[in-house]
């Protein structure tokens, strides 16, 4: 069981470049979550999904886009990189159980730098 | 006002200290209260978890909510170097299922440190 992954760790864009950072999970979680992380900042919610097919926006959606066609992966897409797009982004999952609050569960991160 | 504020550190204590880490919010409609732990490169990963107000303990972990003064707190015994690492706590409130919401808000997280 590997929980939650993510490719790559890290990532070195240029400015105007696109790319893809994958996650995937393997605990038949229905709720998976993209987090963006800045030093001192907290995390910050970007995108969600409550199962395969419905996805909706965080806090700080501007610039990424998501979909999900399984229930095991939840790839988010940077396109037209900018600096401000330099973070530690984690993926999440988590199902959901009448009564009590919700565990998510973190991926490792991935770094990326736009440059 | 932010709606979670969290004394971001860091904080330095020596081993076997006792170590208070604590959260302040604003929105009364939160109630379900978390503290995740992150060590250094890695991703956050749920340390303890409350519901409404009161204490609860687990083995040298206490969390603590007092809803009245909106403030939660984490309490430490006997720290130890391996618990090095940047608490942050978060929260949500009641969601349409009647459980936690699965939309949390995080504090900024205090980075701790315990020197042998």
């Known amino acids: 069981n590997a929980g939650v992954t993510q490719t790559p760790k890290f990532r070195i864009l240029k400015i105007g470049q696109s790319m893809t950072l994958q996650c995937a999970q393997d605990m038949n979680h229905n709720y998976m979550y993209w987090y963006r992380q800045d030093p001192g900042m907290g995390l910050k919610l970007i995108y969600y999904s409550v199962g395969a097919g419905i996805t909706d926006k965080g806090e700080v959606p501007n610039g990424y886009n998501v979909s999900r066609s399984t229930t095991e992966d939840f790839p988010l897409r940077l396109e037209l990189a900018a600096p401000s797009q330099t973070s530690v982004y984690f993926c999440a999952s988590s199902s959901r159980r009448t009564g009590i609050t919700d565990t998510q569960y973190f991926g490792p991160g991935t770094r990326l730098t736009v440059l | ?116």
């Not at chain 2, 956050?44 to 969390?63: I, V």
């Open chain 2, 1 to 116: 006002q932010k709606e979670v504020e969290q004394d971001p550190g860091p904080l330095s204590v020596p081993e076997g200290a006792i170590v208070s880490l604590n959260c302040t919010y604003s929105n009364s409609a939160f109630q379900y209260f978390m503290w995740y732990r992150q060590y250094s490169r890695k991703g956050p990963e749920l340390l303890m978890y409350t519901y409404s107000s009161g204490n609860k303990e687990d083995g040298r972990f206490t969390a603590q909510v007092d809803k009245s003064s909106k403030y939660i707190s984490l309490f430490i015994r006997d720290s130890q170097p391996s618990d090095s690492a940047t608490y942050l706590c978060a929260m949500s409130a009641r969601g349409d299922s009647g459980a936690g919401s699965y939309q949390l808000t995080f504090g900024k997280g205090t980075k701790l440190s315990v020197i042998p």
